[in-house]
Structure formats: C-alpha cells, structure tokens
C-alpha cells in the first residue's frame, strides 16, 4: 500500500496545467515548425504567427490562445495507492488553482441549458478514472478549447462498412469544420466499443505524443492515410488554403458489437495543450 | 525572420478599403472596438427599441474578442479572435449603420459578405488561437460601453501592427 498525499496531486497537477496553457509540448512545436518549412500556400504566413505566437507566449508567461478550455484529466490509479482525503476535490483544486494565477479565461458554466451562468473558476474538470495494477499514478489532461470541440462528430456506421467508410466520415467531418476549428488541426478518432466508449476515446487519442506510431502497423498505416487525405484537402492553416490542414491523426480502438461500428472524431486545434504528470 | 507587410490606419478610410483585396496580410494601427455575442445582441435590441447605439459605430472596425484576465501590469490577458459565423445575425444591420471592418475567425453568411460589398467594408481574418501574440499588440483598452458584461463589453483598443489577412473585400472576393 502507498500512501499520496492529496497536497502533493494539488500541487502537481496545477503546475502542469499552468506549463500547459503557456507552453506547447515539444512534439508539437517540432511538427509546427516542420509544417512552416514546407507551407507554400497562403496558410504560410498562418503557421508563421502560430510560431510566433509560441514564442511570445512563452517569454511572456501569457496563454497562448484566450480560450483556455475545459479541462480533461484521465486518471490511471494503481490499485495499491490509498490518498489520505478526496482525490476528486484535490484535482480541482489544482485546476481552480491554475486557472486563477494563471489569467487563464475561466470559460466553464455550472448548467448547459437552464441559465449558463458561469462558475466562475474552471470547474468541473471532466475526470475519467481507471484503475491500474501497482501504485503508480498517471493523469494525461487536456486543456480543449471550443472552437474545435464544436467541429467534433460522432458516426455509428454500419458494421460491414468497412475501412473506406471510416475514411470517408472522417474526411467528411474534417471538411465540414473547414477553418472553424483553428487548423492545422489534431485528430483524435475511437473506433469501437459503445458511443460513449468511442468518444472517450477519440479523446484519449489526443493525448498521445505526435511523434508516437500505434502499436499495431495496421492502424499506424491508417493513421497515416488519414493525415495524408486530410491535408490533400487544401483546407490548410487557418482555412485560407494550403498543405498542412493537420499535424497528426490519432486512432485508438476497442472492441464492438457485432451489430456496429462506432467512430468518434474529436477535433483540436493547432494549440494541441496537454501534459502528463506522473506521481 | 521579418517580412514586409502593409501597414493600415484604423479607423479605416474608404480609399484603403477599396484598396484591399482578400488574401493581402496586413497589420493595423490606430483604434478598433472590441465586442463579441452579448455586445452584438444588445446592440441590436437597442436599435429594435427605436433607441439611439450607447456609440458611434460610424466608420469604426470591430473585432470578435472575449480576453483572458488581465495579468498585473498588462494591458490586456491573451486576446485572440472568435468565431465569427455567430455573429452574422448582427453584423448586416451594424453594417449598414456604417461599421467599415470586422475582425474575427472564420467564413461569414452570404447576408454579411452582401452587406460587405453594399457598404464598401471589409471583413478581416485574424490568427485563430493567438492569443499571446494579440495581447503583445495591443498598447491600450478601455471599456466604453456595457461594463456589466465584464469580458463581453463592448471596448475601444489601441493597436500596433495588429496582423490580420483580409478575408472578405469590397469588390465581393472572400477566402472562404
């Protein structure tokens, strides 16, 4: 049995979400960057601002992008650990913490339909949580934004549709956001389980690291057909046309119903804000 | 790396406007008004009442913004553009008031580019989610109207080489 204390989980998931807000993580820099070197359509001067703005947003300790999201934490809990208080309350303590030194935008209302009314710091996060062997404690968060999140689709397709299908739903929502979801954007896409399982993961998709290959080469292999349709659709930075319309394309998959085939699209945009921390 | 780009006045005069065709990058300098969805409803509510605009928007550009807190001894916290498309409704009514230039993200209605074109305005995209880089380009603000919306209030910036690619022109050329 470990003993973690809730203080520590506070203070380190507060740090992480201030790094995360500010500062892009390098695989993403190093995709921007790359994209910017290659960029000959009219998005160039796109992917040259978004570089700029990293820059300012780093030396000036200032959020890259106003909309500082909801937050998202996924939580893998090793079964051995015991916390001494409510491991729920100390991660939003964390968020509200950072979300107030931070001058990030608190951008979260208490209910989504009868009054939208502000809750004035962040909170909720949405926490999802799974247990683990050992006593290890992982929590991947995302900082999402909006403007993406609202670009984002679920498909339930029909189980003999096939490859070709999900390649066409894809493209489809991705050609539907255009340039509302601040291209070049990251694609996280579930494939399978239940509707909610597939947005789930679609979401979880997101957390991996651009540079990483899935673990099976068939999906690695369509992982990149789609990034490579997605930017033959011209749709580029910003929506004002060129070749970087994405800077990867995640699938993360679970198993189905023989009647089914779920397929969620989550949409970021090009501030692809996440972090890990690992107690 | 620095490029050449077009410096503008704002408020803009009608010889740049017609000057400009979508796809130049230029940076703008002067004053522009910020208000996004509350400000634009009210606005419009106020002029469905018979009521006269708590301001002159004659001339005036404004753009689609809701900043992040401002840090102790900044002008302003991160201030990047909105999506525009939601405030379509308004926009051909503020434009045919007089409004000469909108800033913000995304394609706009048909009825907006038709009040683009109708009015000699222009509509301008500005960096999605850089945020950072806004806040760095804007040397003042100050709320001039409808302080009770906090972050959505309407209010009058002071800007220097704000970047912006124009989105929509006069002639009815739109990027989108």
């Given at each position: 049995?470990?003993?973690?204390?809730?203080?520590?989980v506070?203070?380190?998931?507060?740090?992480?979400?201030?790094?995360?807000?500010v500062?892009l993580?390098?695989?993403v820099?190093?995709?921007?960057?790359?994209a910017?070197?290659?960029?000959?359509?009219?998005?160039?001067?796109?992917?040259?601002?978004?570089?700029?703005?990293?820059?300012v947003?780093?030396?000036?300790?200032l959020p890259l992008?106003q909309?500082?999201?909801?937050?998202?934490?996924?939580?893998?809990?090793?079964?051995?650990?015991?916390f001494?208080r409510?491991?729920?309350?100390?991660?939003?303590?964390?968020?509200?913490q950072?979300?107030?030194?931070?001058?990030?935008?608190?951008?979260?209302?208490?209910?989504?339909?009868?009054?939208?009314?502000n809750?004035?710091?962040?909170?909720?996060?949405?926490?999802?949580?799974?247990?683990?062997?050992?006593?290890?404690?992982k929590?991947s968060?995302?900082?999402?934004?909006?403007?993406?999140?609202?670009?984002?689709?679920?498909?339930?397709?029909?189980?003999?549709?096939?490859?070709?299908a999900?390649?066409?739903?894809?493209?489809k929502?991705?050609?539907?956001?255009?340039?509302?979801p601040?291209?070049?954007?990251?694609?996280?896409?579930?494939?399978?389980?239940?509707?909610?399982?597939?947005?789930?993961?679609?979401?979880?998709a997101?957390?991996?690291?651009?540079?990483?290959?899935?673990?099976?080469?068939?999906y690695?292999?369509?992982?990149?057909?789609?990034?490579?349709k997605?930017?033959?659709?011209?749709?580029?930075g910003?929506?004002?046309?060129g070749?970087?319309?994405?800077?990867?394309?995640?699938?993360?998959?679970?198993?189905?119903?023989?009647?089914?085939?779920?397929?969620?699209?989550?949409?970021?945009c090009?501030?692809?804000?996440?972090?890990?921390?690992?107690? | 790396?620095?490029?050449?780009?077009?410096?503008?006045?704002?408020?803009?005069?009608?010889?740049?406007?017609?000057?400009?065709?979508?796809?130049?990058?230029v940076?703008?300098?002067?004053?522009?008004?910020?208000?996004?969805?509350?400000?634009?409803?009210?606005?419009?509510?106020?002029?469905?009442?018979?009521?006269?605009?708590?301001l002159d928007?004659r001339?005036e550009?404004?753009?689609?913004?809701?900043?992040?807190?401002?840090?102790?001894?900044?002008?302003?916290g991160?201030?990047?553009?909105?999506?525009?498309?939601?405030?379509?409704p308004?926009?051909?009514r503020?434009l045919?008031?007089g409004l000469?230039?909108?800033?913000?993200?995304g394609?706009?209605?048909?009825?907006?580019?038709?009040?683009?074109?109708?009015?000699?305005?222009?509509?301008?995209y500005a960096?999605?989610?850089?945020?950072?880089?806004?806040?760095?380009r804007?040397?003042?603000?100050e709320?001039?109207?409808?302080?009770d919306?906090?972050p959505?209030?309407?209010y009058?910036?002071?800007?220097?080489?704000?970047?912006?690619?124009?989105?929509?022109?006069?002639?009815?050329?739109?990027l989108?």
């Amino acid at each position: 049995m470990r003993e973690i204390r809730c203080q520590e989980v506070t203070a380190s998931l507060k740090k992480a979400l201030l790094q995360a807000g500010v500062e892009l993580p390098g695989d993403v820099k190093q995709v921007l960057r790359e994209a910017s070197r290659k960029e000959t359509g009219r998005s160039a001067g796109v992917l040259q601002r978004c570089l700029e703005n990293i820059t300012v947003a780093e030396k000036e300790g200032l959020p890259l992008c106003q909309d500082t999201g909801m937050v998202l934490l996924f939580c893998e809990i090793g079964q051995d650990i015991h916390f001494d208080r409510d491991f729920n309350g100390a991660l939003e303590e964390g968020v509200e913490q950072a979300y107030e030194e931070g001058f990030f935008r608190k951008s979260v209302v208490s209910d989504p339909l009868k009054n939208r009314k502000n809750s004035g710091n962040n909170l909720p996060p949405v926490i999802y949580h799974e247990l683990v062997p050992g006593d290890g404690l992982k929590i991947s968060l995302l900082l999402k934004g909006f403007g993406s999140e609202n670009c984002s689709r679920l498909h339930m397709l029909k189980p003999t549709a096939g490859r070709e299908a999900v390649v066409e739903a894809v493209l489809k929502t991705i050609t539907d956001a255009g340039g509302s979801p601040c291209p070049p954007i990251v694609v996280g896409i579930g494939l399978g389980g239940t509707m909610d399982k597939a947005a789930v993961l679609s979401k979880k998709a997101l957390c991996r690291s651009l540079d990483s290959h899935h673990c099976d080469p068939w999906y690695d292999e369509l992982e990149r057909e789609l990034l490579e349709k997605i930017n033959a659709t011209g749709i580029g930075g910003g929506g004002l046309g060129g070749d970087t319309t994405a800077l990867g394309v995640k699938i993360e998959t679970y198993p189905t119903h023989i009647a089914g085939l779920p397929l969620a699209v989550t949409i970021n945009c090009w501030a692809d804000r996440k972090g890990v921390v690992e107690l | 790396m620095t490029r050449e780009v077009r410096q503008l006045k704002v408020p803009l005069c009608r010889e740049d406007i017609a000057s400009l065709k979508a796809g130049d990058e230029v940076e703008l300098n002067g004053t522009i008004l910020v208000g996004r969805d509350q400000a634009h409803l009210r606005l419009i509510q106020t002029l469905e009442r018979g009521e006269e605009l708590p301001l002159d928007i004659r001339g005036e550009t404004i753009y689609y913004m809701g900043p992040a807190p401002t840090p102790p001894g900044r002008v302003i916290g991160s201030a990047g553009p909105t999506t525009s498309s939601r405030m379509d409704p308004f926009a051909p009514r503020l434009l045919d008031l007089g409004l000469k230039g909108m800033i913000g993200k995304g394609p706009r209605s048909r009825e907006v580019l038709d009040g683009v074109v109708r009015n000699g305005a222009v509509y301008f995209y500005a960096f999605g989610g850089c945020g950072a880089l806004y806040a760095q380009r804007i040397v003042s603000s100050e709320c001039v109207a409808y302080g009770d919306l906090g972050p959505e209030a309407i209010y009058r910036l002071r800007v220097e080489k704000f970047p912006v690619v124009v989105a929509a022109d006069s002639e009815g050329n739109s990027l989108y």
